[in-house]
């Protein structure tokens, strides 16, 4: 257990249904991380914030994606209309943040299933 | 475009036996590189991370090198265990990008008895 949890750990929901998922870091991190893993490949950035702030969005998170930290504790990911092509493991980390470099402790992941 | 390369694809081995994972990767600038391992339906846990100026690293039964100059690294498993089985990858950071990490695709290790 690295510290960091996610919630759920699997969902599944409709084509079109809206989906959020929510992230608890280690509590003293600055820095939060969203990634999105689909099967058999490595992840992929999706956006991060440092406190409050979101200072990236990936070019994958469409419109149909929001991500909040609203007070630079925990995150949620929210995704909209699903589509079968967000079936993935969304995967959430956590570090320190600040110049350096930093560990980044991963949660366990959302599996989500478009059906 | 940032990529990061790994080989091979997959690997199955005897349990005892020593491996050797590879990844290359065209990431600039570059600011460090680290091997993590991810069981199956579980988050990334990492094992190492090297600067530009460290060639190798080791965590236990684990040594990892670099060689930044041909954007080269290796990760060396000893002595492997059944539970060594498992996706290693590869990752990259490049500076001024908030720490955002750069993912290779992965080398499946399988340790059979």
């Known amino acids: 257990d690295t510290g960091v949890s996610q919630d759920p750990r699997h969902k599944i929901t409709k084509r079109g249904q809206n989906v959020t998922f929510r992230c608890d870091p280690i509590?003293?991190?600055?820095?939060l991380y969203w990634y999105r893993q689909t099967l058999g490949q490595g992840p992929e950035f999706l956006t991060y914030?440092?406190?409050?702030?979101?200072?990236?969005k990936s070019r994958l998170l469409s419109d149909r994606f929001s991500a909040e930290r609203p007070k630079g504790s925990f995150s949620t990911l929210e995704i909209q209309r699903t589509e079968q092509g967000d079936s993935a493991m969304y995967l959430c980390a956590s570090s320190p943040g600040g110049t350096g470099v930093y560990e980044q402790y991963f949660g366990p992941g959302t599996r989500l299933t478009v059906t | 475009k940032n990529q990061v390369e790994q080989s091979p694809q997959s690997l199955i081995i005897l349990e005892g036996k020593n491996c050797t994972l590879q990844c290359n990767y065209t990431v600039s600038p570059f600011s460090n590189l680290r091997w993590y391992k991810q069981d199956t339906g579980r988050g990334p846990v990492s094992l190492t991370i090297m600067t530009f100026s460290e060639n190798t690293k080791s965590n236990g039964r684990y040594t990892a090198t670099l060689d930044a100059d041909t954007k080269q690294s290796s990760l060396h498993i000893t002595a492997s265990q059944l539970s060594d089985s498992a996706s290693y990858i590869c990752v990259v950071t490049t500076y001024n990008q908030g720490g955002k990490l750069i993912f290779g695709q992965g080398t499946e290790l399988s340790v059979k008895p």
């Open positions: 509590s003293e991190h600055n820095r």
């Open positions: 914030f440092q406190n409050e702030a979101q200072l990236e």
